[in-house]
């Protein structure tokens, strides 16, 4: 072995004995490094929602009840997200008397509760009310966020609502979309002679109140998705027309005034633009219009009909349904007009196609066999998937967050009717919205300012 | 009658004991014999490290072979005592060829002397104590070689006095060789007669180095046996399986956990993981969770989580969910305490990409 060292002076040597020997010492150590360890790749998970514990928020004074209301408001908002299970309050062994204490994480773990949430509400001396959590990770046993708001006594609701969005941000890593409201076509009476009327609600159903009086036939209403307006459609006067209304203020103005019949319209992401279509004889085109100079723009030109457009959101492409190819099928263009590209290939038809705000998907309604489908695909037409079907399903609109769907399901039969409903966008946690009447058309808000 | 008779019991006598001879043993039966297969049912990681060899191990498989002692040799070295004989012969070609390659470079510096032993009976004239060189004859195997050109460097200073004593000894036994010259102080003659053990074999080393200038300290031949040995140790040192020590692949592992063992982990762990289904930009998130584990297998000190992909919150609630994973699930104490060794430290890498 040493053979070949031998004629190598003897300094060498030395140098090469030390050398190997800090060699073989290093290859030891690197032997037992190597083998101290275990790797294990983890590729699925469960999907199972996240176990949370909420228990009541420690009032100061009177306030008990209020603090009590919010952080109820906070675990049904968090519950009906299908992304987290609140545990049920009879199970708490520890009861939180300091909310500024850190919780004794042992007694959470016990019932296996992932993540805490303590909080308390004190009235001010201006008469305002201070509201404060802390959202706990059992098992690091730290602080995950903290925060604290100062609100009158009427917006306890949407305190609460905040709260809960920043919890589903902290723990899913998505912006929550429970501070946000709802637009729908709210309808009453029977069904030869429906009253329909613009209304607006919070996300959860709560603080509903109506937009217009029912007169005349109302359509279609979209959210813009930077400001509290609604753009949507109204026979008033016997002529479709798209109008734009302020929900803050009341305001409500027509958009521009076209010869023919405009309709699907839809706001850009910006907010300073609407994409609609308008009616040329047999054929309807896609426009856009400049909200502040009222310029309109073409940007189809085929001798078909080409509506329902709704943007990117970032801005670049448009999505839309036409039937240029026999059937209506979905259709992406740039925003600036120009070719457009066949995206939908299934059997059936596609209609209503909308963007969601995340960028990844386009959720459509699907008719197909005799049913009304709501599925999304990807931006290029493929993984396309059904959520959900049933006898009428249409309309589908986007949580803000790009997470969960909103759409009206229609039953059949003399006293059927529409009503709202929300699904994952994985196809779980279908969940009936509650509305006073029968209800269509929903348009989910951007989360509010 | 009687002779009849007699013929009969002859001629039966005869015919029997043919009979006897050739018939009673019947050709055995050919069966090949099947030597009963011993069949031990092990884990495969058991076989992984039973043929596992290591680099550094002592070539324990060449036999301790004999040596390649020429005959020739013999006649040779009842020369070699004699310088003038030796000088005359010019001896370096059928001597040397024999040594290895080794031989040929170190003519040059005296130094070169000390290691190939055979070479310096080639050149009497550079210095009067190579003469002792004699031994070379042992024409050791390269084996034997290898040693002392290893072992020269300490021989030099601690072992002078021994190299003194041994001769002496041997001196007794062969004394018919040794008188030759009187310049010797010491004869390794005779051990070369003898036994071509590795001791001699370093003798004549530290002979020579007793003659060669002093120029190492002690300290530093101390140190340089030291590591030596330290060297030598390592061989059959700690975290060894039991076997001896072989030659084979490179050893890389020692024991690890077995697939079902792996397996039983990952689920363990994949069922405390929880996560956003529909989670965006899932194709591209990866987290790494490092921790240390105690032989109880619970958690020592905090996860070291690292993530990559998506956006930063996105990233960040992913990086949790990994880390409450790891968390959740501990202790670990399912795990195998024998082999605490391999899982101390425990790497979960976590990605979904495959799930959406």
Redesign the interface.
């Known amino acids: 072995?040493?053979?070949?060292?031998?004629?190598i002076?003897?300094a060498n040597?030395?140098a090469l004995?030390?050398l190997?020997?800090i060699a073989?010492?290093w290859t030891?150590i690197a032997?037992?490094q190597?083998?101290?360890?275990?790797?294990?790749?983890?590729?699925?998970?469960?999907?199972?929602p996240?176990s949370i514990a909420i228990p009541a928020f420690v009032g100061a004074g009177g306030e008990a009840e209020i603090a009590r209301k919010i952080a109820a408001v906070v675990e049904a908002d968090l519950k009906r997200s299908g992304?987290f299970a609140p545990i049920d309050h009879g199970a708490f062994i520890e009861k939180i008397g300091n909310p500024d204490n850190m919780p004794r994480f042992a007694d959470w773990k016990v019932i296996n509760a992932?993540a805490v949430v303590v909080g308390r509400v004190v009235r001010e001396a201006d008469g305002r009310l201070r509201t404060e959590f802390r959202l706990w990770?059992v098992?690091?046993a730290e602080q995950?966020t903290g925060q604290q708001f100062f609100t009158t006594n009427e917006n306890w609701r949407r305190v609460a609502h905040i709260i809960a969005d920043a919890i589903y941000?902290?723990?899913?890593?998505?912006k929550g979309y429970f501070d946000t409201r709802i637009v729908f076509v709210s309808e009453t009476g029977g069904k030869a002679k429906r009253r329909k009327r613009l209304t607006i609600m919070d996300q959860d159903g709560e603080n509903l109140r109506f937009l217009t009086n029912g007169n005349d036939l109302v359509l279609t209403p979209r959210f813009s998705p930077s400001r509290q307006e609604v753009t949507y459609m109204s026979f008033a006067g016997g002529e479709p027309r798209v109008y734009l209304l302020n929900i803050e203020t009341g305001q409500r103005e027509i958009v521009g005034n076209f010869p023919n019949m405009t309709f699907a319209p839809r706001f850009s992401p910006d907010g300073q633009q609407v994409i609609m279509s308008l009616q040329h004889g047999g054929n309807a085109n896609i426009y856009t219009m400049d909200l502040r100079t009222r310029k309109t723009t073409r940007l189809t030109s085929a001798s078909a009909i080409d509506t329902s457009p709704s943007y990117a959101p970032d801005g670049t492409k448009i999505v839309f349904e036409s039937d240029r190819g026999g059937r209506q099928q979905l259709y992406v263009m740039a925003a600036s007009g120009g070719k457009a590209k066949r995206i939908s290939f299934g059997t059936g038809s596609y209609s209503t196609p909308v963007w969601s705000p995340?960028g990844?998907l386009i959720a459509f309604t699907k008719r197909s066999g005799g049913k009304f489908l709501i599925g999304v695909m990807k931006t290029d037409g493929s993984r396309e998937r059904i959520l959900t079907e049933g006898f009428h399903n249409e309309g589908p609109t986007w949580a803000p967050n790009?997470?969960t769907l909103m759409f009206f399901r229609e039953t059949p039969g003399a006293n059927g009717g529409p009503n709202l409903y929300t699904i994952?966008?994985?196809g779980?946690n279908e969940l009936k919205v509650k509305t006073p009447g029968f209800a269509s058309d929903p348009a989910w808000s951007p989360l509010l300012e | 009658m009687k002779l009849g008779a007699t013929a009969s019991v002859i001629a039966h006598t005869m015919v029997l004991s043919w009979g006897l001879l050739t018939i009673s043993s019947p050709r055995p039966l050919s069966v090949a014999d099947v030597e009963a297969l011993p069949v031990d049912i092990i884990p495969i990681e058991a076989l992984t490290q039973t043929i596992q060899g290591d680099k550094k191990a002592p070539v324990a498989e060449t036999p301790a072979p004999k040596p390649t002692t020429k005959p020739v040799v013999e006649e040779k070295a009842t020369n070699v005592g004699n310088s003038k004989v030796d000088a005359k012969s010019s001896t370096s070609k059928e001597i040397a060829p024999r040594p290895v390659e080794a031989a040929a470079p170190p003519k040059a510096q005296p130094e070169a002397k000390v290691k190939p032993s055979q070479v310096t009976e080639t050149q009497p004239e550079e210095s009067k104590e190579t003469v002792p060189v004699p031994t070379t004859e042992l024409a050791v195997d390269p084996q034997e070689k290898i040693k002392v050109a290893a072992i020269e460097p300490d021989e030099q200073s601690t072992t002078s006095r021994e190299a003194e004593a041994v001769p002496q000894e041997e001196f007794a036994k062969l004394p018919d060789l040794v008188p030759t010259p009187a310049a010797r102080p010491a004869k390794a003659k005779p051990k070369v007669a003898k036994t071509n053990e590795r001791k001699e074999a370093e003798k004549p080393a530290a002979k020579i180095a007793k003659a060669a200038p002093k120029s190492k300290s002690k300290k530093q031949a101390d140190e340089i046996s030291e590591l030596l040995n330290r060297q030598k140790s390592t061989a059959s040192g700690a975290k060894r399986s039991k076997r001896q020590a072989a030659l084979g692949a490179k050893k890389t592992t020692g024991e690890k956990l077995s697939q079902n063992e792996m397996d039983a982990l990952r689920g363990k762990i994949q069922g405390c993981f929880n996560l956003t289904a529909g989670m965006a930009d899932a194709e591209e998130l990866r987290a790494t969770v490092k921790v240390r584990l105690s032989p109880s297998g619970e958690l020592e000190g905090k996860p070291m989580v690292t993530a990559s992909g998506g956006n930063a919150s996105v990233r960040r609630a992913f990086k949790g969910a990994a880390r409450r994973a790891v968390q959740k699930c501990a202790p670990y104490d399912k795990l195998p305490k024998d082999k605490y060794q391999t899982w101390a430290e425990l790497v979960v890498n976590f990605d979904v990409s495959d799930m959406l």
Do not use: P
């Open positions: 072995m040493f053979g070949h060292y031998a004629s002076c003897r040597i030395f004995v030390r190997l020997t073989v010492l030891g032997l037992q190597a083998s101290a360890l275990v790797e294990i790749d983890i590729t699925k998970a469960n999907v199972e996240l992304l992932q990770d098992f690091a995950l941000e902290r723990l899913t890593g998505e995340r990844d790009g997470r994952d966008l994985t779980y």
